[in-house]
């Protein structure tokens, strides 16, 4: 019953983005250039970067674990920072940030073959995090006055920036990654009590746990690279889907949280537009200040309640 009422909150929420949007007009030009390709990446993006942040809260038992953190968000960050600020081309920015976020998933890879342990191969992403966003500062502090401001803009994240052919293949590279993750629900229920547990049974513990970091490095690069960073998805939607499923369980907990993640990330964009709509602006809202509204709350009303 639960995942059917997520299924339609979903469908609610796609409708309502094809019609409204900073303009009232709803004309076929306007739904099917525009609307339709940004519903469609909000729908994808929200499910990998959700996904993601479930399969990282397991793997690193930790409640505050996301996609992020990593490093592979700062990966992206870099790459989109040397195409705007260097080359000064917006166009390259997605490339450049898909190259960055990829190399920093190949150390990550390198680095899992001999830190054996969860917590030693999270604190290897979050060095590598710190050092990337360090090369990353030093390019904003070195570059032009319109090279920061494009850099900016593009920080601000967008799900409306993404349409014809590489919506396509943002949308086939996400989700056939996504498909996988059912595969994975025996191996992330027993890696849930630990890598003991898990080997017990005899899974291969090291091997899912390369295979899940890759597959949750490769959601964020592709979604970073399109969308720009997007915050608190990854964190926030797993604790709402286990707040309103009230399991642990991934059979269940991992739908849920995929439904969510869309979910999310179509209200968000649907926010996005409001302000205009109702003609308080002439622009649409910037992403990034709205996924924090909605996902902070959650995460500090989890840490109050353990």
């Known amino acids: 019953m639960k995942p059917t009422l997520l299924t339609l ?22 739904i099917l250039s525009l609307r339709l390709p940004a519903a469609l990446t909000a729908l994808v993006a929200g499910a990998a970067l959700a996904g993601g942040g479930l399969v990282m809260q397991t793997l690193f038992r930790n409640p505050l674990a996301d996609p992020s953190i990593l490093g592979v968000s700062a990966g992206a960050g870099l790459g989109a920072a040397i195409a705007l600020l260097i080359f ?16 920093v998933i ?24 710190f050092l990337v966003s360090s090369a ?68 291969d513990a090291h091997r899912w746990r390369t295979i899940l970091l890759v597959a949750v490095g490769w959601l964020t690069a592709l979604t970073t690279a399109a969308c720009g960073p997007i915050a608190f998805l990854g964190l926030a939607v797993p604790h709402g889907a286990r707040l ?29 537009h409001v302000p205009a709509a109702l003609g308080l602006t002439h622009s649409v809202m910037p992403l990034s200040a709205l996924t924090p509204l909605l996902g902070a709350p959650i995460v500090i009303y989890i840490l109050i309640k353990n």
């Open 106 to 129: 190949a150390l990550l890879t390198a680095a899992s073959s001999w830190v054996r342990g969860t917590s030693g191969l999270l604190i290897v992403g979050i060095m590598l995090s």
């Open 9 to 30: 909150l979903v469908a609610l929420l796609f409708a309502a983005n094809l019609l409204v949007g900073s303009t009232m007009e709803c004309d076929s030009f306007i």
């Open 136 to 203: 990353t500062t030093l390019l904003n502090f070195f570059a032009t006055a319109e090279g920061v401001r494009s850099f900016i803009i593009w920080g601000m994240g967008d799900f409306s920036g993404v349409t014809g052919q590489r919506l396509a293949l943002y949308a086939v590279g996400a989700m056939a990654v996504i498909a996988l993750f059912p595969l994975a629900i025996k191996p992330l229920d027993a890696l849930l009590l630990g890598t003991d547990y898990a080997r017990s049974l005899g899974i």
């Open 244 to 272: 309103f499923m009230g399991t642990a369980t991934h059979r269940s907990l991992l739908p849920a949280t995929l439904l969510l993640g869309s979910a999310t990330a179509l209200a968000c964009l649907l926010l996005t």
């Open 88 to 103: 000064g081309s917006f166009a390259l920015s997605a490339g450049f940030a898909f190259v960055g976020a990829m190399a």
